[in-house]
């Protein structure tokens, strides 16, 4: 057993300047990462094992970022399930899931208090897996108290990979491993695979299930996902390609641990240089040259870093947001001239720093393991011209009177959220059009003169 | 429908009584939660106090400053505290992380009071919550009061008299000299979008004082001395109504419970209050008052309701009363209830709501997104009123919506409130972007294809 994470990380620098309480935390729990992960499975409804208190609030939280049905089962733990185990509970909701839901497979996380009590899911779920009336399942442990949704995403991809992948000889054909980024950047990453003619598994493909259509009656689950066939292919592909510049060792060992397939590892794609790799990394595993289209797509974001590079100059930016997608972020600000000033997140890594200087943003100050207070505290100090971070950096926005561009989850005060598009050069176009734009209505709104020619 | 679910759905008119009050079937995807939101909720939104989660992260994150609870003067409950308990604490227990915590934050806060929240899992490890409370309301010089909200305990319902219980420990310890006779508490109305301002406003013009609001804009020091008051008013009845029988047992303080939600309904609710006192001025002040302020809304409302005549609706909210209010007021509005449901309903609440309704009104306890989608489309339904977890069934199926829950920002209570009620029914049901969604594109297209045939016809 660990340490715990309180005593390793008291040591680091800044993180909350020791103090017991965290307020406004930066964390969400585990299980809501794994119910993310779970809806980019076809068929999939997810379970979460537990008191239903904590189905319903991971529910009203990412529904309010997706605005997207969010149908979540729980196995509504009572007073008694607590003393004697949530055994009956479990098979009643599979057998109830089963029923109301047909699903191809329901996908089980567990909470801090069915890991507390010691419970034997897995167990209870091979015992279940003998009954033909019940939907198979998948599993994954999802203890809050180890760790945040970033972790509880990864471990739930991880072990989704673990127990559908199989071997056999190899295909033409790429994994690809893309985190908890949005449906926008999951449609975006289809469609540059799509381009250079390269089979790709994009896991977990939640595009569709939680960017959907209007529809004239309900779908007990949303349409879209990765088959579980295609999931048990995944052993058997030439290559797979993880994105995230600070997750590690992240799901990709499990395919190349035990299945041999060679992993790459990149960062998210945001900014020239970061899309530059991964388009090189696809076209040298498709064996096709890159696409016109996309050489032009490069060559007009570059034409817009040029109009707008002197808007940037000597402006500094504050980064908030899952690990993964704050280092990228903070690579990108660093190529178009920004200056990473502060990078916060409310997750534990211990690999944020390293990343950010690999990505050219090593002077930015770094804060793991945050809470928005003293994130907010080291904002008021440092007075960035710009913050780029979710929803829950709006009151520190607001006090100060800084702008906020919204990124990442969550986004609870705009629509739309399922549609930011982050990553590849059109991503980082619609960033960085936005990015100077924010700067320059700043500069516009706060002036005298008001100039609506500039 | 599952069939554990069945006997927990009638329809008005077919004889059956709605069982209820039971724990949600596991696997249902019941829209409950837990007993921990249902204390969260209730005491939420007292200003003054430090509402600290004993848990891990996540119970404070999706609690944190979500909800319309207004505050005239500190704003410290839309701050977010938290132990954010990790796997040192699961191992060695957290009470000592508790204690610190609340050290600091008293001190860097200073709180008129402390709530301690527990979650599963500081339940589970067995920390003793209440004897760090006691050990630091000794310590600290202000009430810390534990709240006994493991999620598993129950449903939210369990988290109310937890909250109540909670509540009752700070009543009867503040000065209750010159409180006059013309006196009340208001238990079960959380201030969303301002609402208590407008509900004091009227009590203020009867000439009636307000002790203490339970727990909308609510202050430690008037809790402390609600006791002093002649009359509780519950509105929210499912979450409140334990605490006023507990008040009317220790300090004799009977109750009425009321609605402030519609027309009707809140008009009845301020003649039961002035009633209560039987003093002529008080009555008149309130004939008065509702005369003017009905008198100020109705044009709209019948200008709004010349669009709505006809239009069907569906409803699925907390507490029994708001469903109540809710019926009159869509009816107010020409509009019918087709399906009507609650989380917490006891018997006797859907015995009444089964009277409200008209004949083959589907009512049910504790429903899900399934059957909720299945009403709305086999209704026909124009708007369906819920809280954000119903809102994406309704807007994916292309049916209008209202939120009637906490986390609303438009004050629907009052008279003005039933105006801003019927605006924003208006606002949803008339939008043209219904005519684009496939559940009407069918009908429109059909039209335009007899009218395009009309025409091509000579």
């Known amino acids: 057993m660990s340490l715990g994470l309180e005593t390793q990380n008291s040591k680091m620098k800044n993180r909350r300047s020791g103090k017991a309480a965290a307020t406004n935390t930066c964390r969400v729990c585990a299980p809501l990462g794994a119910v993310l992960a779970?809806?980019?499975?076809?068929?999939?409804?997810?379970?979460?094992?537990?008191?239903?208190?904590?189905?319903?609030?991971?529910?009203?939280?990412?529904?309010?970022?997706?605005?997207?049905?969010?149908?979540?089962?729980?196995?509504?733990?009572?007073?008694?399930?607590?003393?004697?185990?949530?055994?009956?509970?479990?098979?009643?909701?599979?057998?109830?899931?089963?029923?109301?839901?047909?699903?191809?497979?329901?996908?089980?996380?567990?909470?801090?208090?069915?890991?507390?009590?010691?419970e034997d899911t897995p167990g209870m779920l091979r015992d279940l897996a003998r009954r033909p009336d019940l939907a198979p399942t998948l599993f994954v442990a999802t203890p809050s108290f180890k760790g945040c949704q970033h972790r509880g995403f990864h471990d739930a991809v991880a072990a989704i990979l673990a127990q559908t992948a199989q071997g056999g000889t190899r295909l033409r054909q790429l994994n690809l491993l893309a985190g908890p980024v949005s449906p926008a950047d999951l449609r975006h990453l289809r469609e540059l695979v799509d381009a250079l003619g390269l089979p790709t598994i994009l896991f977990p493909d939640y595009s569709e299930t939680l960017d959907g259509p209007s529809l004239a009656s309900y779908a007990p689950i949303p349409a879209g996902g990765i088959s579980l066939e295609e999931l048990a292919r995944a052993g058997r592909s030439a290559l797979t390609i993880q994105l995230g510049a600070v997750?590690?060792?992240?799901?990709?060992?499990?395919?190349?641990?035990?299945?041999?397939?060679?992993?790459?590892?990149?960062?998210?794609?945001?900014?020239?240089?970061?899309?530059?790799?991964?388009?090189?990394?696809?076209?040298?595993?498709?064996?096709?040259?890159?696409?016109?289209?996309?050489?032009?797509?490069?060559?007009?974001?570059?034409?817009?870093?040029?109009?707008?590079?002197?808007?940037?100059a000597g402006q500094r930016v504050a980064i908030v947001g899952d690990p993964d997608l704050a280092a990228a972020l903070a690579g990108f600000c660093a190529e178009i001239g920004l200056t990473p000033v502060l990078v916060g997140s409310g997750a534990v890594t211990g690999r944020l720093a390293a990343a950010l200087g690999q990505l050219g943003a090593g002077s930015a100050e770094v804060i793991e393991d945050a809470d928005h207070e003293c994130i907010g505290a080291r904002i008021t100090a440092l007075r960035p011209d710009l913050i780029l971070g979710p929803s829950k950096s709006y009151p520190t926005a607001r006090a100060l009177g800084i702008p906020l561009l919204r990124v990442g989850f969550p986004v609870h005060d705009r629509i739309g959220a399922g549609r930011l598009l982050h990553l590849g050069y059109r991503g980082t176009q619609r960033l960085f059009d936005e990015l100077v734009n924010t700067l320059l209505a700043n500069a516009q709104d706060t002036s005298e003169t008001g100039y609506a020619y500039l | 429908m599952l069939d554990a679910r069945t006997?927990?759905?009638?329809?008005?008119?077919?004889?059956?009584?709605?069982?209820?009050?039971?724990?949600?079937?596991?696997?249902?995807?019941?829209?409950?939660?837990?007993?921990?939101?249902?204390?969260?909720?209730?005491?939420?939104?007292?200003?003054?106090?430090?509402?600290l989660v004993h848990g891990p992260a996540g119970c404070a994150a999706y609690t944190w400053d979500i909800r319309g609870s207004l505050s005239s003067g500190s704003q410290l409950h839309r701050l977010s505290f938290n132990t954010d308990i990790r796997e040192n604490e699961v191992i060695f227990g957290g009470e000592k992380k508790l204690q610190r915590a609340l050290r600091e934050l008293v001190a860097q806060h200073r709180p008129k009071a402390a709530f301690v929240y527990a979650t599963c899992l500081t339940g589970v490890i067995g920390d003793d919550v209440e004897a760090v409370c006691r050990g630091a309301t000794a310590e600290l010089g202000i009430p810390v009061i534990p709240v006994q909200s493991e999620g598993f305990r129950g449903t939210k319902k369990h988290g109310y008299s937890a909250a109540c219980q909670a509540l009752a420990q700070l009543i009867g310890t503040g000065d209750t000299t010159g409180i006059s006779r013309l006196s009340i508490n208001i238990l079960g109305d959380f201030n969303i979008a301002g609402e208590i301002w407008a509900i004091k406003a009227y009590f203020a013009a009867m000439g009636i004082k307000v002790v203490a609001s339970m727990t909308g804009d609510g202050r430690i020091d008037d809790i402390r001395r609600a006791h002093g008051a002649t009359l509780n008013v519950v509105q929210c009845a499912g979450s409140m109504t334990s605490l006023a029988k507990l008040m009317k047992e220790t300090y004799g303080i009977p109750f009425v419970q009321v609605s402030f939600f519609g027309l009707e309904d809140c008009a009845a609710a301020l003649y039961e209050v002035a009633a209560h006192?039987?003093?002529?001025?008080?009555?008149?002040?309130?004939?008065?008052?509702?005369?003017?302020?009905?008198?100020?809304?109705?044009?709209?409302?019948?200008?709004?309701?010349?669009?709505?005549?006809?239009?069907?609706?569906?409803?699925?909210?907390?507490?029994?009363?708001?469903?109540?209010?809710?019926?009159?007021?869509?009816?107010?509005?020409?509009?019918?209830?087709?399906?009507?449901?609650?989380?917490?309903?006891?018997?006797?609440?859907?015995?009444?709501?089964?009277?409200?309704?008209?004949?083959?009104?589907i009512l049910a306890d504790d429903t899900n997104p399934l059957e909720l989608a299945g009403w709305l489309a086999d209704c026909d339904v124009d708007l369906f009123i819920g809280g954000v977890k119903e809102r994406p069934v309704a807007y994916k199926l292309g049916v209008g919506f209202c939120d009637h829950n906490h986390e609303r920002k438009i004050g629907l209570a009052g008279f003005s409130g039933m105006a801003a009620f019927a605006r924003e029914v208006h606002a949803t049901v008339m939008s043209p972007v219904w005519r684009l969604v496939p559940r009407h594109q069918f009908r429109v297209s059909s039209s335009e294809f007899r009218d395009a045939k009309k025409e091509s016809m000579p």
């Open chain 2, 277 to 361: 006192f039987g003093d002529a001025e008080v009555l008149a002040r309130t004939r008065a008052l509702v005369r003017a302020e009905t008198a100020s809304v109705l044009p709209e409302l019948a200008r709004l309701r010349q669009d709505l005549e006809g239009k069907v609706a569906a409803l699925y909210v907390g507490g029994a009363f708001k469903a109540f209010s809710l019926v009159k007021a869509l009816r107010q509005l020409g509009m019918r209830v087709a399906m009507a449901g609650t989380q917490t309903g006891a018997p006797q609440d859907y015995e009444h709501l089964k009277e409200l309704c008209d004949g083959g009104t």
């Open chain 1, 247 to 312: 997750l590690e060792p992240g799901p990709g060992e499990v395919l190349s641990e035990r299945h041999g397939v060679p992993l790459t590892r990149l960062g998210l794609p945001i900014g020239v240089t970061a899309t530059d790799a991964l388009v090189a990394a696809l076209a040298a595993a498709a064996g096709v040259p890159i696409p016109d289209a996309l050489t032009a797509e490069r060559g007009r974001l570059v034409d817009a870093y040029v109009d707008g590079h002197k808007y940037l």
């Open chain 1, 38 to 118: 779970f809806r980019g499975i076809r068929g999939c409804v997810p379970l979460v094992h537990g008191s239903q208190g904590c189905a319903t609030y991971i529910r009203r939280y990412l529904i309010s970022h997706f605005r997207e049905p969010m149908d979540v089962a729980s196995t509504s733990f009572t007073e008694s399930s607590t003393i004697f185990g949530g055994r009956s509970n479990l098979a009643e909701a599979l057998a109830n899931l089963t029923r109301a839901y047909h699903p191809e497979v329901v996908g089980v996380c567990t909470t801090c208090l069915a890991e507390t009590i010691g």
């Open chain 2, 7 to 51: 006997s927990q759905v009638v329809t008005a008119g077919d004889g059956r009584s709605v069982v209820c009050d039971r724990p949600s079937v596991a696997g249902s995807v019941t829209q409950r939660a837990c007993s921990f939101c249902g204390a969260r909720v209730v005491l939420y939104p007292i200003g003054d106090a430090l509402h």
